[in-house]
């Protein structure tokens, strides 16, 4: 499937949403989907969209006037209201809108409102609705049903204004509201919306309402206006939120408080009553908030305290800062607990009008910040002698709070200076360099945060103009505090002695350079090794396509297969062990034997270098002085094929075309099911000097310094680690080479002789497993999470073969909600990809392990990743996972472990 059908696959999934795609300038319908086609009236592709409303330009309810913001549209034709909105996109490459069309509510119809639709429209709307107006901007009447909460309803049609006057807004409405409500949803208010095309499309108003048992109900009503047809129609939605507006106070009120607060009052400071769940001496004698405020000046520490507290704590003080918007007020004082010891506490009063009363209530409250004082002092004094100042920047509510312990810095001034208002004329005042327009950048909050986007924190240097004429040297450096890109730290210290020091300096510097050096040179060895061990298995792999292109025999093509699968194998271990090259520097890699024939091995080698082989015009020949081919042994087959390719590779690399490249194998003891075999490579190369033989053959990035070197440039990795390897497997490694004639490796290893019997049923196990896989796993439910559609469709089948049903997810977030929708029980395992969009399998597994359900708990997870190190098989067992299977996943291993899991 190539890119374009899987977007247009994705589009069409959407079942719910509306999806056009149009031209940028000329506005031509290139593409809908099929829920939009269930909309469309007529065809719309290769014309204008808005050609099909029978307009001659853009419709005035286009969302395209404005991008940034939704569109309702009603559509009489199909009983609903529609949001519209869209985006900038490229669709094959040309600028195109993707406009997006959802469905927001279901309308009424609107000329007979026939009993039927009224009970589809009652059931269907929430319960909270109590209203629904339609108002016809044309002739200014009104079709409008009213709710009971007994289910009945009244049906209305008449002019808006009599509708406004005599059942909207009557006298039971309270008057202050009764006149807001007229003007927002006056008729002469909606004329003015109507004509604006790219005005408002929705306007809503809280109202009281008189009760008939006394009780005040809190009514909101919102207007929708719908500019998609003549004349235009407003849609006016009414809802009881008497119980939404009480809740709304109480967590205004609420939901402030914090869980460290020593005391807490609820206060209303217009009736001047208060109400408090904390025990605190002597407060049974307080009756009013007067009181308490007195008790708490009474209980304040030191006469200047005293008398902040006094400002503070006063009623009528509040209420005036309240009127003048200032909502939130706060005050720090130091609290007597018990005559001997007083408590630093910060106190908060945070005010709210109550909308039914129209009191001012609030909360006051009290935190401990004894530890706050005795940090801010600390630091006071930490850095009094080493830094100018500290600085925590709030990047959000643009605030900064300052520390310093120079005399010649004040907190006050700094905070000032610092400010996002100021600071730029403060560094232009100081800076004491050149270009000052560069430095003013460099010092800008944007261009900090773009350095703090790529290391953990920045350093700048400046020179400043002190107020006595001299030149000092400034360091500042910035960070996240706590990692929280919030708030950025600041400290700038004096740094004139050290850069007086250049040869100091200096010396920083050709570290610092000797260091990105070497960093160089290990990425440039890294890549240059993985160069190496993969060009030559992925030459075999090239070369078997191009013979496979040309072949007609299904038998030649099958063995070509399977000898690129083995290649592909060969290479997906060295591209793990090459990203991994610790295990193999300190020893850390571990052999994995398996059974293999031995003839296949050979024949798996030769395939891997024919092309290069024939490329150069060599000869590569195999001379078996006695081994038996057809025998089966135990190794580890893709370090032995590693081995050897090394050796063969070097050979063909450094012998002039028309040479000989020779393989002899030589059994030299049999005993105990042990073969003691000597393998010898011969080539008619260059050969190499005796000193280099002796001395540095096998050491890492070696290389003769001969008049060949510039032509026959390698990394001279090759031998090193075929040394490590043969030595891993208790074997040796010798050579024998003279300068212009050739080179002899002689590979000594033990290979362990498996019984034929024994080896063919292993060999058959990948067989057995599938048969078995088959019947045990026949009708299960597997639920497949995989971001990458080809991945997905080779898992897919592989499932399929042994009769799985297959729930595609197309990342951990679409599995998770296939998981929560299915029946209890019904998924019987789950295979999780790790890396995907939206949410990845490590999060998705631990989702659904927390889940309020049974299966939950005990369903398999089964991870099925390329991401195959210790600490990601960690990652996933800590997220609950069961097993992990590294990719490309084997058959038999899938369906061994899905069969051991779900029986």
């Given at each position: 499937m190539?890119?374009?059908?899987?977007?247009?696959t994705?589009?069409?999934?959407?079942?719910?949403?509306?999806?056009?795609?149009?031209?940028?300038?000329?506005?031509?319908?290139?593409?809908?989907?099929?829920?939009?086609?269930?909309?469309?009236?007529?065809?719309?592709?290769?014309q204008?969209c808005?050609?099909?409303?029978?307009?001659?330009?853009?419709?005035?309810?286009?969302?395209?006037?404005?991008?940034?913001?939704?569109?309702?549209?009603?559509r009489?034709?199909h009983?609903?209201?529609?949001?519209?909105?869209?985006?900038?996109?490229?669709?094959?490459?040309?600028?195109?809108?993707?406009?997006?069309?959802?469905k927001?509510?279901?309308l009424?119809?609107?000329?007979?409102l026939?009993?039927a639709?009224?009970?589809?429209?009652?059931?269907?709307?929430?319960?909270?609705?109590?209203?629904?107006?339609?108002?016809?901007?044309?002739?200014?009447?009104?079709?409008?049903?009213?709710?009971?909460?007994?289910?009945?309803?009244?049906?209305?049609?008449?002019?808006?204004?009599?509708?406004?006057?005599?059942?909207?807004?009557?006298?039971?409405?309270?008057?202050?509201?009764?006149?807001?409500?007229?003007?927002?949803l006056?008729?002469?208010?909606?004329?003015?919306?109507?004509?604006?095309?790219?005005?408002?499309?929705?306007?809503?108003?809280?109202?009281?309402?008189?009760?008939?048992k006394?009780?005040i109900?809190?009514?909101?009503?919102?207007?929708?206006?719908?500019?998609?047809?003549?004349?235009?129609?407003i849609?006016?939605?009414?809802?009881?939120?008497s119980?939404?507006?009480?809740?709304?106070?109480?967590?205004?009120?609420?939901?402030?408080?914090?869980?460290?607060?020593?005391?807490?009052?609820?206060?209303n400071?217009t009736?001047?009553?208060?109400?408090?769940?904390?025990?605190?001496?002597?407060?049974?004698?307080?009756?009013?908030?007067?009181?308490?405020?007195?008790?708490?000046?009474?209980?304040?520490v030191?006469d200047?305290?005293k008398?902040?507290?006094?400002?503070?704590?006063?009623?009528?003080?509040?209420?005036?800062?309240f009127?003048?918007n200032?909502?939130?007020?706060?005050?720090?004082?130091?609290?007597?607990?018990?005559?001997?010891?007083?408590m630093?506490?910060?106190?908060?009063?945070?005010?709210?009008c109550?909308?039914?009363?129209?009191?001012?209530?609030?909360?006051?409250?009290?935190?401990?910040?004894?530890?706050?004082?005795?940090?801010?002092n600390?630091i006071?004094?930490?850095?009094?002698?080493?830094?100018?100042?500290l600085?925590?920047?709030?990047?959000?509510?643009?605030?900064?709070?300052?520390?310093?312990?120079?005399?010649?810095?004040?907190?006050?001034?700094?905070?000032?200076?610092?400010?996002?208002?100021?600071?730029?004329?403060?560094f232009?005042?100081?800076?004491?360099?050149?270009?000052?327009?560069?430095?003013?950048?460099?010092?800008?909050?944007?261009?900090?945060?773009?350095?703090?986007?790529?290391?953990?924190?920045f350093?700048?240097?400046?020179?400043?103009r002190?107020e006595?004429?001299?030149?000092?040297?400034?360091?500042?450096?910035?960070?996240?505090l706590?990692?929280?890109?919030r708030?950025?730290?600041?400290?700038?210290?004096?740094?004139?002695?050290?850069?007086?020091?250049?040869?100091?300096?200096?010396?920083?510097?050709?570290?610092?350079?000797?260091?990105?050096?070497?960093?160089?040179?290990?990425r440039r060895?890294?890549?240059?090794?993985?160069s190496?061990?993969?060009?030559?298995?992925?030459?075999?792999i090239?070369?078997?396509?191009a013979?496979?292109?040309?072949?007609?025999?299904?038998?030649?093509?099958?063995?070509?297969?399977?000898?690129?699968?083995?290649?592909?194998?060969?290479?997906?271990?060295?591209?793990?062990?090459?990203?991994?090259?610790?295990?193999?520097?300190?020893?850390?890699?571990?052999?994995?034997?398996v059974?293999?024939?031995?003839?296949?091995?050979?024949?798996?080698?030769?395939?891997?270098?024919?092309?290069?082989?024939?490329?150069?015009?060599?000869?590569?020949?195999?001379?078996?002085k006695?081994?038996?081919l057809?025998?089966?042994?135990?190794?580890?087959?893709?370090?032995?094929?590693q081995i050897?390719?090394?050796?063969?590779?070097?050979?063909?690399?450094?012998t002039?075309?028309?040479g000989?490249i020779?393989l002899?194998?030589?059994?030299l003891?049999?005993e105990?099911?042990?073969?003691?075999?000597?393998?010898?490579?011969?080539?008619?190369?260059?050969?190499?000097?005796?000193?280099?033989?002796?001395?540095?053959?096998?050491?890492?990035?070696?290389?003769?310094?001969?008049?060949l070197?510039?032509?026959?440039?390698?990394?001279?990795?090759g031998?090193?680690?075929?040394?490590?390897?043969?030595?891993?497997?208790?074997?040796?490694?010798?050579?024998?080479?003279?300068?212009?004639?050739?080179?002899?490796?002689?590979?000594?290893?033990?290979?362990?002789?498996?019984?034929?019997?024994?080896?063919?049923?292993?060999?058959?196990?990948?067989k057995?497993a599938?048969?078995?896989?088959?019947?045990?796993?026949?009708?299960?439910?597997?639920?497949?999470?995989?971001?990458?559609?080809?991945?997905?469709?080779?898992?897919?089948?592989?499932?399929?073969?042994?009769?799985?049903?297959?729930?595609?997810?197309?990342?951990?977030?679409?599995?998770?909600?296939?998981?929560?929708?299915?029946?209890?029980?019904?998924?019987?395992?789950?295979?999780?990809?790790?890396?995907?969009p939206?949410?990845?399998?490590?999060?998705?597994?631990?989702?659904?392990?927390n889940?309020?359900?049974?299966?939950?708990?005990?369903?398999?997870i089964?991870?099925?990743?390329?991401n195959?190190?210790?600490?990601?098989r960690?990652?996933?067992?800590?997220?609950?996972?069961?097993?992990?299977?590294?990719?490309?996943?084997?058959?038999?291993?899938?369906y061994e472990?899905?069969?051991?899991?779900?029986?």
């Amino acid at each position: 499937m190539n890119k374009d059908n899987e977007i247009i696959t994705f589009l069409e999934s959407f079942q719910h949403t509306g999806i056009y795609i149009v031209d940028r300038e000329t506005l031509k319908v290139y593409y809908e989907n099929g829920t939009a086609r269930k909309y469309t009236i007529v065809d719309r592709i290769g014309q204008p969209c808005y050609q099909v409303h029978g307009n001659t330009s853009m419709c005035a309810s286009c969302p395209l006037r404005n991008k940034d913001r939704k569109t309702f549209v009603n559509r009489e034709d199909h009983h609903m209201i529609f949001s519209v909105s869209a985006k900038e996109t490229m669709w094959k490459g040309i600028p195109t809108y993707t406009i997006i069309v959802e469905k927001e509510r279901d309308l009424p119809k609107r000329k007979s409102l026939p009993e039927a639709s009224l009970e589809r429209m009652n059931r269907a709307l929430h319960s909270s609705v109590i209203s629904y107006v339609d108002v016809n901007m044309g002739t200014g009447m009104c079709q409008a049903i009213h709710f009971s909460r007994d289910g009945n309803h009244k049906i209305y049609n008449m002019l808006y204004d009599e509708y406004m006057r005599t059942i909207c807004f009557n006298e039971k409405v309270f008057p202050e509201d009764r006149s807001k409500g007229e003007k927002v949803l006056g008729i002469e208010n909606f004329q003015k919306l109507s004509k604006d095309s790219e005005g408002e499309n929705e306007i809503s108003i809280r109202y009281r309402v008189h009760g008939e048992k006394g009780q005040i109900h809190v009514l909101k009503c919102t207007a929708y206006v719908l500019r998609d047809e003549l004349p235009h129609h407003i849609s006016i939605i009414g809802k009881e939120v008497s119980q939404e507006e009480k809740r709304r106070v109480q967590l205004s009120l609420y939901n402030k408080l914090m869980s460290s607060a020593v005391t807490t009052y609820q206060l209303n400071l217009t009736q001047n009553t208060f109400q408090t769940s904390s025990v605190v001496n002597h407060l049974d004698e307080c009756k009013s908030v007067d009181d308490l405020y007195h008790f708490i000046v009474e209980h304040t520490v030191g006469d200047e305290e005293k008398e902040k507290a006094k400002r503070f704590l006063n009623r009528q003080y509040q209420l005036k800062m309240f009127e003048k918007n200032q909502s939130i007020l706060r005050v720090r004082l130091p609290i007597d607990m018990n005559h001997e010891i007083f408590m630093w506490l910060d106190i908060t009063c945070n005010m709210v009008c109550n909308p039914i009363s129209k009191d001012v209530e609030g909360i006051l409250y009290s935190e401990a910040v004894d530890q706050d004082v005795i940090s801010e002092n600390m630091i006071y004094q930490m850095i009094e002698n080493d830094y100018d100042y500290l600085a925590v920047f709030d990047l959000i509510n643009h605030t900064n709070t300052v520390y310093t312990g120079n005399s010649k810095y004040s907190k006050e001034e700094m905070e000032r200076n610092l400010s996002q208002k100021n600071r730029e004329t403060y560094f232009r005042k100081i800076y004491a360099g050149e270009d000052i327009d560069t430095f003013i950048y460099h010092n800008s909050i944007s261009y900090i945060r773009k350095q703090l986007s790529e290391k953990e924190k920045f350093d700048n240097y400046y020179p400043i103009r002190e107020e006595d004429g001299t030149i000092s040297y400034k360091k500042e450096t910035f960070s996240y505090l706590n990692g929280n890109w919030r708030f950025l730290l600041l400290s700038r210290t004096d740094n004139t002695d050290t850069l007086l020091n250049q040869d100091e300096l200096n010396l920083m510097l050709a570290k610092a350079l000797e260091s990105a050096r070497k960093a160089t040179e290990e990425r440039r060895e890294l890549f240059t090794r993985m160069s190496h061990d993969l060009r030559t298995p992925m030459n075999g792999i090239l070369g078997m396509i191009a013979l496979s292109k040309k072949e007609k025999n299904f038998h030649v093509i099958q063995e070509n297969i399977n000898q690129m699968e083995k290649s592909g194998e060969y290479m997906l271990r060295m591209i793990n062990d090459t990203l991994d090259m610790k295990r193999i520097e300190t020893g850390q890699l571990v052999l994995k034997p398996v059974v293999t024939k031995c003839s296949m091995f050979i024949e798996a080698i030769e395939a891997m270098i024919r092309t290069g082989i024939e490329e150069k015009n060599l000869t590569f020949q195999v001379v078996n002085k006695n081994i038996n081919l057809d025998r089966y042994a135990r190794v580890d087959a893709v370090r032995m094929k590693q081995i050897f390719i090394n050796i063969i590779s070097n050979a063909m690399k450094y012998t002039p075309e028309g040479g000989v490249i020779e393989l002899s194998m030589e059994c030299l003891k049999h005993e105990n099911r042990v073969d003691y075999d000597l393998f010898q490579i011969s080539d008619t190369g260059i050969g190499m000097s005796r000193e280099f033989q002796r001395t540095k053959v096998f050491l890492p990035y070696a290389q003769e310094n001969n008049y060949l070197t510039g032509k026959y440039a390698g990394p001279g990795l090759g031998l090193a680690i075929t040394k490590s390897l043969v030595e891993l497997m208790g074997g040796r490694i010798e050579v024998e080479s003279k300068l212009g004639e050739g080179s002899t490796f002689k590979i000594y290893l033990d290979i362990q002789i498996v019984d034929t019997e024994e080896a063919k049923a292993l060999l058959n196990k990948d067989k057995d497993a599938a048969e078995k896989a088959g019947i045990l796993l026949r009708g299960k439910r597997i639920l497949l999470c995989e971001d990458h559609p080809l991945n997905a469709q080779i898992s897919e089948n592989l499932l399929k073969k042994v009769g799985c049903q297959v729930i595609w997810a197309k990342d951990g977030k679409e599995g998770v909600k296939c998981f929560e929708q299915s029946e209890k029980y019904g998924i019987d395992a789950v295979l999780m990809d790790i890396q995907m969009p939206q949410m990845d399998g490590i999060m998705a597994a631990t989702v659904i392990r927390n889940l309020l359900r049974e299966d939950a708990k005990t369903v398999p997870i089964i991870a099925m990743t390329a991401n195959a190190f210790e600490e990601d098989r960690e990652a996933t067992k800590k997220a609950g996972m069961n097993a992990h299977l590294a990719k490309p996943v084997k058959p038999a291993v899938l369906y061994e472990t899905l069969m051991n899991f779900i029986s």
